[in-house]
């Protein structure tokens, strides 16, 4: 398997708003590696906290 760029790729996380569980973790991840990101979760301040960290679109299920 070669190296893949999220550079520009968008990807959808959910389960993003809980309070550092491996969704939050992810976006993390995803963002540093440069990926466009939709959040989604069912807690909106901390799905808030971690689009604002991230940069991410929210989506609230």
């Not at 990807?11 to 995803?30: E, P, Y």
């Not at 466009?36 to 301040?45: I, P, T, W």
């Amino acid at each position: 398997m070669g190296n893949k760029s999220l550079n520009e790729k968008v990807t959808l996380i959910l389960g993003a708003a809980g309070k550092d569980n491996m969704g939050q973790v992810m976006a993390r991840r995803f963002a540093k590696e440069g990926a466009k990101l939709v959040l989604a979760g069912r807690n909106e301040d901390s799905l808030r906290e971690i689009a604002d960290e991230t940069g991410g679109v929210l989506c609230f299920m």
